[in-house]
DNA sequence: TTTTGTGAATTGCTTCACAGCA
DNA sequence: TGCTGTGAAGCAATTCACAAAA
């Protein structure tokens, strides 16, 4: 995964400015014309001085005694996160998840258009996941033309753990720039190239593990590590 | 968000702690009998230090000049983050997102067993959006009994962003101890109720953002100040 | 007033480096 | 030798607190 940070910025803010976007623009959508750092932060759980701090490391966009103008700051922020323009996106795999991302509804008004859906299964090429628009299932082979001809840069994987990693490399083969992964696996990639990753069975242990309290046993200390080994 | 950490263990810490058992169940499964800190580091690309000092957080695991065995650390990790036993989830929302993650295999085998889908449409309620379990979809005024009756401390929700706040109390309402919300807008609830948020288009924006680059004009400094303002 | 932007202080997290065990 | 566990050091992120702007 590329944890770069090659800038001055901290990993946790660019993470952070994706929610002030979203926050932003709801606001937007409600007329809000101004918000404050505070407000802004109640709405998400932060300090005022930690949104604060997080806007000043991409700018100066704030007004004193004022706040931040609603609309300016989802411009600048869209800007700064590269979503200004739509992405073209590729997805792979037709299964029950890929196929429900493909029809998600929510991607385009961000930026992101899933512009085709590949897999490797004979069964579904040529079945369109999504009957309002006109994209069938592509086989595998299909990739690299793909990419090149609709301009993809981004790439969906919803394919099975033992899949993963083999697709992730044609598809970087194919040109695309960066991944975002579904599968419960760790992709091994080269250093430079972005991926996120998203494992739903992750997010439910930690569920887990906040509601079962840390275990009984927190850590002992030096003195009785002797007694420690159990074999 | 439920940030607690009222025990000394770091966040970060406790995050890859579910990467570690994903790890090392792969490993389990290919009938590696121990695995050194180096190694499991540069599978899920962190230095072998960092992997000591998040698993001795929670116990001395290791056996000096060995490593860790495979089996046994499974079997700890499994019981600190509570899956050890299994979690009766509920999940609303009946989508296309709720119906594939209702249909999705890989929360069982990690101790996760979604056990009722509700949704408050009523052409939706009564169908079986998985035909090989007899689970229907039931209406939101089920949710207390269902609750109650099989003792469901988790929730998925997979609905719109504009009913997910009143969702969420609902659940709450009935019972319900922590929620995985994929709805894209912060849930303001209770500090004390354990949230985890997954919003589809934030990861593309951080990717996006990561092959956009930070904007040309990464930050003005004091000096340049003056000349600011545009309005 | 209100509210920003930001150095300074503080808190938190990661890496280093090594004693000790197998 | 190989490898863990852990204090100490170093680095990163957050919070504080206040001058300056509207």
Do not use: E, K, L, M
């Given at each position: 995964m590329a944890t770069s940070r090659s800038n001055g910025i901290p990993v946790p803010a660019v993470r952070r400015l994706s929610l002030y976007l979203r926050q932003l623009e709801s606001l937007a959508a409600n007329s809000r014309k101004t918000v404050s750092s505070r407000q802004l932060g109640e709405a998400l759980g932060l300090t005022d001085a930690q949104v604060r701090k997080d806007l000043a490391y991409f700018g100066q966009f704030g007004h004193p005694g004022?706040?931040?103008r609603v609309n300016e700051l989802v411009t600048r922020v869209r800007s700064i996160l590269g979503t200004d323009k739509t992405w073209n996106v590729l997805l792979v795999g037709a299964g029950n998840l890929g196929r429900a991302l493909f029809c998600y509804r929510g991607f385009t008004k961000k930026g992101?258009?899933?512009?085709a859906i590949f897999d490797r299964?004979?069964?579904?090429?040529?079945?369109?996941?999504?009957?309002?628009?006109r994209i069938p299932v592509q086989p595998m082979g299909e990739l690299d033309e793909t990419v090149r001809r609709r301009n993809i840069r981004l790439a969906i994987l919803a394919v099975p753990a033992d899949h993963a990693q083999s697709v992730a490399r044609e598809v970087l083969d194919a040109g695309v720039r960066g991944i975002l992964n579904f599968a419960p696996v760790a992709l091994r990639l080269d250093e430079s190239v972005p991926v996120a990753a998203v494992d739903l069975s992750v997010h439910l242990e930690q569920l887990s593990f906040q509601l079962a309290g840390?275990?009984?046993?927190?850590k002992r200390n030096a003195v009785h590590a002797a007694a420690r080994r159990r074999r």
């Open positions: 004022v706040g931040y992101f258009q899933i512009v299964n004979p069964a579904v090429i040529g079945t369109h996941p999504d009957p309002s628009r840390a275990p009984p046993q927190p």
